[in-house]
Every structure is written in C-alpha cells, then in structure tokens.
C-alpha cells in the first residue's frame, strides 16, 4: 500500500528501509523519502517504523536461542 503519497513510497518499502538498519523515523524518511513532502503520512510512517520494530524486538530472542545452541 502506498503510504507517501507525494514520495511514493509503500509500506514494504518503509518495512525494508527498517530491516536494513533504519532505526528511528528520521532514518527511514533519509534513506526512502516517506514523509519528506507534506508530512501528512508522518503518523502511519511512524507506527509502520515502530511495528517494524517491536517485530524485530520479538525475533531477537529466538534468533539468540539458534544462535547458542548452534555454538
């Protein structure tokens, strides 16, 4: 889905600009554009980020898990 409208960027987009390392909204917004024109989809780009990134924080423990048990 398109979030920005005025940079044209979509939600899989900002997801992908996340998993590459974009930590924060201002992060995402350099590397993709998304809520540099009118600010509009700032609030969606935001909960997108943050979605994105609790996701990432739920993960974690079991990538840590694979990872001790693979030693």
């Known amino acids: 889905m398109i979030v920005c409208h005025c940079r044209g960027v979509s939600d899989r987009e900002i ?3 996340v998993r ?3 930590c924060s909204v ?3 917004s350099a590397a993709c554009g998304a809520a540099t024109g009118c600010g509009g989809c700032r609030p969606l780009v935001t909960k997108i980020v943050q979605s994105e990134l609790d996701a990432q924080n739920r993960r974690l423990p079991t990538l840590q ?3 001790l048990v693979g030693s």
């Open 20 to 22: 590459s390392g974009g």
């Open 26 to 28: 201002s992060e995402v």
């Open 65 to 67: 898990a694979v990872l």
């Open 15 to 17: 997801r992908s600009c």
